[in-house]
């Protein structure tokens, strides 16, 4: 069964620290590679996407992501966190159950906090 | 404006009380999936339906029932069943292109069993 790890539970930062949170993926055919933001209050939102082609991915709010095969990773970064970046944050991965497609695993999600 | 309307935000039931969850969308979006998001577990799928009449079991579906009788709507019951029902309960819809599971959040339904 496909399954998606993510590393770190709680995450507390200072403005304009660096940002790396870990995600790794078990399945052993093509994905599809996601990250969602849950903001304080808000609605789940894609952060940004990998389907194919340049394996390194920019989303909204200078968030990128680095998807590695042959680790099976996809790991979120930012080069200088704000405040408002305080969040949780999902990685999600496309997989197939009982035949059919269409089903997205998520990860147990980061939270993190951004000190001002 | 598109969306997925869930309904009600707050609802409070008493033990051995089936209640209902509604989802609505106005997205024409084929896909529609329910999620239970609990601190620490993130986001496991309820159950899903990848077209009107059908749906299939997600990986906690004991003690939940759906049903997909129209496009727009998808309905999520929680049975007396279901040991532990407490949890924010999170419906979205997809209309991509298959594998392009670029899913549409609504602002969840938080239920409480007293």
């Known amino acids: 069964a496909q399954s998606v790890s993510q590393h770190n539970h709680h995450v507390i930062l200072s403005e304009a620290a660096s940002l790396e949170l870990g995600c790794n993926y078990s399945?052993?055919?093509?994905?599809?590679l996601f990250w969602y933001v849950q903001y304080p209050g808000q609605h789940l939102q894609l952060l940004l996407k990998?389907?194919?082609?340049?394996?390194l991915v920019k989303g909204i709010k200078g968030f990128e992501a680095e998807f590695i095969k042959s680790k099976f990773s996809f790991n979120l970064r930012k080069p200088s966190v704000q405040w408002s970046d305080t969040a949780e944050y999902f990685c999600?991965?496309?997989?197939?159950?009982?035949?059919?497609?269409?089903?997205?695993?998520f990860g147990t999600g980061t939270l993190l906090a951004v000190q001002p | 404006d598109g969306g997925i309307t869930q309904s009600p935000k707050y609802l409070f039931r008493k033990e051995g009380q089936n209640v209902t969850l509604s989802c609505e969308q106005n997205?024409?979006?084929?896909?529609m999936y329910w999620y239970r998001q609990d601190p620490g577990q993130g986001l496991r799928l309820i159950y899903y339906?990848?077209?009107?009449?059908?749906?299939q079991k997600g990986d906690i579906a004991e003690g939940y029932s759906v049903s997909r009788e129209k496009k727009e709507s998808f309905p999520l019951t929680v049975t007396s069943a279901q040991k532990n029902p407490t949890a924010f309960y999170l419906c979205?819809?997809?209309?991509?292109?298959?594998?392009?599971?670029?899913?549409?959040f609504g602002a969840g339904s938080r239920l409480t069993v007293l």
């Open positions: 399945y052993g055919g093509t994905v599809n």
């Open positions: 339906s990848q077209i009107v009449n059908d749906f």
């Open positions: 997205l024409n979006h084929d896909a």
């Open positions: 990998y389907f194919s082609g340049d394996p």
């Open positions: 979205a819809s997809n209309g991509g292109d298959s594998g392009a599971n670029v899913l549409t």
């Open positions: 999600a991965v496309n997989g197939r159950y009982g035949g059919a497609t269409n089903k997205l695993i």
